[in-house]
């Protein structure tokens, strides 16, 4: 049932993108979602509510946790410990869903959090591969981007910290074994490689937005199907898990507003 049908007010742009993160662990079965950002997060705590009810949850330190607290809050059931040593530990298993952060992108995948210019003097320090590599070719790694523009959506990438497609084949089945990007959710849409290249194609579009809006907003050419379906509606109950359960401080109009 949609949030119309259901009368409720209508869904903003932000919960658009909650519900397209949220998507991304859809059949997940039992792992570790490891959102980074506040919609991701609000997005995780979603398919564990709806859809996802296997997905394992940490408090962002080192906390399992046993329930479903808003963002921000302190979990009221705790069912396990995962210190950093083990999380590594984990992270080499392939049982997690991690969705990062990108300060740029490419169109194989490739990632940067590392530096903006050159590396031997980059313009911009920024916070360091930190586990990018080992994040892509372990587990199943997809992307947020909060505000999409070409100057995040590059031609190329100025520093490689989470690895992309080419760059996986390059180093050939060590490196693509357990390598995947399902998806790249941005404030304008939801993007895959779905194509025989492996390069960004556009899934879907946010309502209200359109191709031409994405492909001006883009550093290179998206593969663009003849048909671009809009990001799905949430629906009545998801919307009243996001507004009065998980996020009721309404965080995530901060980080995308309307």
């Keep these: 049932m949609s949030a119309t049908e259901t009368g409720t007010e209508r869904a903003t742009r932000a919960e658009y993108c909650v519900v397209a993160c949220a998507e991304v662990w859809r059949g997940a079965g039992e792992v570790l979602a490891s959102p980074m950002g506040t919609v991701p997060s609000i997005g995780a705590r979603l398919a564990r509510l709806t859809f996802a009810p296997g997905l394992l949850l940490t408090d962002g330190e080192a906390l ?42 490419d169109r194989h995948g490739n990632q940067n959090i590392s530096c903006i210019g050159d590396w031997s003097r980059p313009l911009r320090q920024l916070l360091g591969v930190r586990g990018a590599p080992g994040n892509t070719l ?23 910290s989470g690895v992309g497609y080419d760059r996986a084949e390059a180093a050939g089945p060590s490196a693509t074994r357990y ?26 579009l946010h309502p209200g937005v359109g191709v031409d809006q994405v492909a001006e907003a ?41």
């Design 218 to 258: 883009t550093g290179f050419p998206l593969a663009v199907p003849d048909e671009v379906p809009f990001t799905r509606e949430p629906t009545g109950e998801e919307l009243r898990l996001i507004r009065e359960v998980i996020d009721p401080k309404g965080l995530r109009e901060r980080e995308v507003p309307a």
């Design 179 to 204: 390598h995947r990007i399902p998806e790249v959710v941005s404030n304008l849409g939801v993007f895959d490689f779905e194509t025989p290249d492996r390069t960004m194609r556009l899934r879907s």
């Design 138 to 160: 372990n587990n199943p790694t997809s992307y947020w981007v909060p505000r999409h523009s070409a100057r995040v959506f590059v031609e190329r990438v100025d520093m490689v």
């Design 64 to 105: 399992l946790m046993g329930d479903v607290p808003a963002v921000g809050a302190k979990p009221g059931v705790v069912e396990g410990w995962l210190p950093f040593r083990q999380h590594l530990a984990l992270v080499s298993t392939g049982r997690r869903h991690v969705m990062m952060g990108a300060s740029q992108l």
